[in-house]
């Protein structure tokens, strides 16, 4: 079964940036779009930013953090990890921030827990 580990999640003060990192037990990693996405207490979980490695782009759904999220993936293999930075951190991006890819059975993680205080 495939395991993808988040982790950089925390308590920070709003204003300050965190770099979530997404680990897969398996060659996920190669898959061609990687996707985060996060959960607010009692909300759905929402897609915030995703990449395609084929056209190397990336993308930002979410308007209320546009500017604020650079998605990314190193390059070396199929199990390179998936980041997620996060700039500008406000108490209302606090969350649950899950990765997963694209795949015919999407694999998810238990995600990480962001809290941001102001």
């Known amino acids: 079964q495939v395991q993808l580990v988040e982790s950089g999640g925390g308590l920070v003060q709003a204003g300050k940036s965190l770099k979530l990192d997404c680990q897969s037990s398996?060659?996920?990693?190669?898959?061609?779009?990687a996707v985060w996405y996060r959960q607010a207490p009692g909300g759905k979980r929402n897609l915030v930013a995703f990449?395609?490695?084929?056209?190397?782009?990336?993308?930002?759904?979410d308007s209320s953090m546009k500017g604020r999220l650079t998605i990314s993936r190193a390059n070396d293999g199929a199990k390179a990890p998936l980041y997620l930075e996060i700039q500008g951190l406000r108490p209302e991006d606090t969350a649950v921030y899950f990765c997963?890819?694209?795949?015919?059975?999407?694999?998810w993680g238990q995600g990480t827990h962001v809290t941001v205080v102001s």
């Open positions: 997963t890819y694209v795949a015919p059975v999407a694999p």
């Open positions: 990449h395609i490695r084929s056209s190397d782009t990336a993308h930002y759904p």
């Open positions: 398996d060659t996920s990693g190669a898959r061609d779009t």
